[in-house]
């Protein structure tokens, strides 16, 4: 019951100390100004990943390879998730070309 306790204990603080390990004092998160209000870089390119995914599936429409993709709705994630972070990257000069 006692290492029961314990070990819920830790698995709570383990994840606590994962999700906060991008959290800083100095609050510096990129950002980029927008018609007077600061948007978080992520988010931007979050959306940009997501118009990217559906670009690319015009584009296999199309070519008429969206029919033989075994999960589509996988594929276009994963994309979209892709872009993202490519763009993410390059944004915040993470991957320097």
């Known amino acids: 019951m006692i290492v029961r306790h314990v070990f819920k204990q830790l ?33 931007l390119a979050s959306l940009l990943g997501i118009m990217g995914a559906v670009l690319i599936r015009v584009a296999f429409i199309r070519v008429g390879l969206n029919e033989h993709l075994p999960a589509p709705v996988l594929v276009y994630l994963c994309l979209a998730i892709l872009f993202s972070v490519i763009i993410w990257a390059l944004w915040t000069g993470e991957l320097a070309l």
């Not at 609050?27 to 100004?33: Q, W």
């Open 11 to 43: 698995t709570l603080g383990s994840v606590a100390l994962v999700l906060l390990t991008g959290c800083t004092m100095q609050a510096h998160a990129p950002s980029m100004p927008l018609y007077g209000s600061f948007f978080p870089v992520w988010l």
